[in-house]
């Protein structure tokens, strides 16, 4: 999908920053069609330092979330998405459960009971809902 389109629904002023570092108002009428382009938002550098690399972890931690919509956004946002994080955490499931995964030994965990690393790397911050 290239863009996602959208139409204003009220007269809104959308602000924005020029190439020369002005911030500027562009005013929206309603009724006017917009298109959010999603590959443009994911590959902008001023989100996304080296934008163009395989890098999961710039989704630790904080981050801006609004630069992130893989699913669309706002009230038509795909139905598919919690299928599809459901079903992924399924497949990773099902893959852990055929091979054995193991924990890197690190020296500043050198000290930790086995009950402990359990628990550090079992330790979850968002759990999955299909509600």
């Known amino acids: 999908v290239v863009g996602v389109p959208k139409i204003s629904t009220a007269d809104t002023t959308l602000t924005a920053v020029n190439t020369l570092g002005q911030k500027v ?12 382009v999603a590959t443009g938002l994911h590959s902008n550098s001023k989100y996304w330092p080296d934008p163009y690399a395989f890098k999961p972890e710039r989704f630790f931690g904080e981050w801006n979330q ?52 359990k628990a550090r790397v079992l330790k979850t911050k968002h759990a999955l809902s299909l509600t």
């Open 66 to 117: 609004d630069a992130s919509i893989p699913f669309s956004a706002g009230s038509r946002v795909c139905l598919g998405r919690r299928f599809f994080e459901t079903e992924a955490t399924a497949i990773l499931a099902l893959l852990i459960s055929r091979y054995r995964v193991t924990i890197k030994e690190e020296p500043q965990f050198a000290h930790e009971t086995f009950e402990q690393k």
């Open 25 to 36: 108002s562009i005013p929206v009428p309603q009724g006017t069609m917009l298109s959010i």
